[in-house]
């Protein structure tokens, strides 16, 4: 039987254009199952949607606590579980791989930027290389890249800055890229660039909305809190109705 983070790896690659892996971002054990049983192949858990689902505001989950909750999601299902950890919590990348490891985690996010403030790109290229080393295969590295929520506003080529960190972190090893929050437009240009897969923000409005960003050259589409932030509206729906409003 292939080992899990080979599976999640081979599902990045070779897919059709407008083929994207869609990967829905569960928040706790409840809704990794309705995900799973409703025939997703891979998950990936967004650290806003957990963040929310704890109590603490997005950003301010304390470690233990985060990997204690994708630990909860990892075992409760039988498909791959790629857990997002934000900047790493501050941890040494051996430390960071063993506790993904541990939480049975196949792969993580690392975003580069700490506190609203970018890193600077070789640092987080560095980073990124430290991790890929610690984990020895054992975990598929999803590079996230800021620049369009927390560059400079008076910047005057963000896609400029996007496209070279997102090759610097290809180079150090990363085995995708995740340019967040991106324009449509720039898509295609850091698709070339780099010889990784590429991940993008998605809505969840259907498989049309994936197929499009599956054409400006994204491999995978996931969805941050959105589907968690979509079920609290539900809640809030039915409370609503409960009281007659």
């Not at 600077?120 to 929520?149: H, K, M, S, W």
């Not at 005057?156 to 437009?185: K, N, S």
Request: hydrophobic fraction near 45%; include cysteine.
């Amino acid at each position: 039987m292939s080992e899990p983070v080979s599976v999640f790896r081979a599902l990045h690659h070779g897919r059709p254009t407008g083929d994207p892996l869609v990967l829905p971002g569960p928040w706790d054990v409840p809704s990794a199952l309705a995900f799973e049983d409703a025939g997703f192949p891979a998950l990936a858990t967004p650290s806003a949607g957990i963040a929310a689902s704890l109590g603490h505001a997005d950003g301010r989950t304390p470690a233990a606590e985060m990997f204690a909750a994708v630990a909860r999601i990892a075992r409760a299902v039988s498909v791959p579980v790629s857990a997002d950890v934000e900047a790493g919590y501050g941890l040494a990348p051996d430390e960071l791989v063993e506790r993904l490891l541990e939480a049975g985690a196949v792969g993580c996010n690392l975003e580069d930027s700490v506190d609203g403030v970018l890193v600077d790109p070789r640092r987080q290229a560095d980073r990124l290389a430290e991790v890929r080393a610690a984990a020895g295969g054992r975990l598929f590295v999803n590079a996230r890249v800021d620049t369009y929520i927390h560059g400079d506003p008076a910047a005057t080529d963000v896609a400029g800055d996007t496209v070279a960190r997102a090759r610097l972190y290809a180079e150090a090893g990363a085995d995708c890229v995740y340019p967040i929050m991106a324009p449509g437009e720039v898509l295609p240009r850091v698709a070339a660039a780099v010889p990784v897969p590429l991940n993008a923000l998605g809505s969840p409005d259907g498989p049309d909305a994936a197929r499009r960003l599956g054409e400006l050259g994204a491999a995978r589409v996931t969805f941050g809190p959105q589907l968690q932030r979509a079920a609290a509206r539900a809640v809030r729906g039915l409370a609503g109705r409960l009281l007659g409003h």
